[in-house]
C-alpha cells in the first residue's frame, strides 16, 4: 500500500539538478504503485526526472532486471515497459563498462552487496551520480562508508 512521503524531507534528500541512480526497487515500486514506497518512487519519476528537474541513470543490468517479468508475461508486458524506459528523455541507459565492473567488485570483495547490486552502485559512480534511490533495505551497512561521494536515498525512510 503506497505511504504519502515526506515531501519536504525529499526534496531536501533529492536537490534539484542531483544526478540520480536508479535501481530495480525504486522502478519497479513506481511502476508498481502499490507499494509503501510508490509515492516516494512517483516523486522521483514524475515530480524529478519527468519535469526536468533531475537527470537519471539506469544501469542495462536493471533494463534487464525490470525485463524479466514482461517475458514472462508476453509481448504486450515487454512493449509496455520498453515504452517506460524509453518516456523519460532524462533517464540516460548506461552500458556496464570496464570501470563500472572494477567499481563493482571491489564492492562486492569490500561489503559482500551482491553482484547485481554491486553493478547498479559501481554504475552511480562512475557516472559521477550523486544520490542513488533505492527501496532495497538488504544492502549492506558498509556500503555508506565506501560510497562517500554519493548519497544513499532510501524511500522507505520518506513515509510520513
Known amino acids: 500500500m503506497a505511504v504519502t512521503p515526506d515531501y519536504r524531507r525529499l526534496e531536501v534528500a533529492v536537490p534539484a539538478e542531483a544526478l540520480i541512480a536508479l535501481d530495480a526497487s525504486t522502478t519497479l515500486?513506481?511502476?508498481?504503485?502499490?507499494?509503501?514506497?510508490?509515492?516516494?518512487a512517483t516523486w522521483i519519476f514524475?515530480?524529478?526526472l519527468a519535469t526536468g528537474r533531475n537527470t537519471g541513470v539506469l544501469s542495462t543490468l536493471t533494463a534487464a532486471?525490470?525485463?524479466v517479468r514482461p517475458f514472462r508475461a508476453?509481448?504486450?508486458s515487454v512493449a509496455s515497459v520498453e515504452g517506460f524506459l524509453r518516456f523519460f528523455a532524462s533517464i540516460r541507459l548506461a552500458e556496464v563498462t570496464y570501470s563500472v565492473a572494477r567499481t563493482a567488485a571491489r564492492l562486492r570483495a569490500v561489503t559482500g552487496i551482491s553482484m547485481p547490486d554491486a553493478i547498479v552502485v559501481g554504475t552511480a559512480i562512475e557516472l559521477?551520480?550523486?544520490i542513488i534511490a533505492t527501496n532495497d533495505r538488504g544492502w549492506p551497512a558498509g556500503l555508506a562508508g565506501e560510497v562517500r561521494t554519493l548519497r544513499i536515498v532510501q524511500l522507505g525512510d520518506f513515509a510520513a
Open 29 to 40: 515500486a513506481y511502476l508498481a504503485g502499490t507499494e509503501a514506497a510508490s509515492a516516494a
Open 65 to 67: 532486471e525490470l525485463l
Open 74 to 76: 508476453g509481448d504486450a
Open 128 to 130: 559521477g551520480a550523486d
Open 46 to 48: 514524475d515530480g524529478c
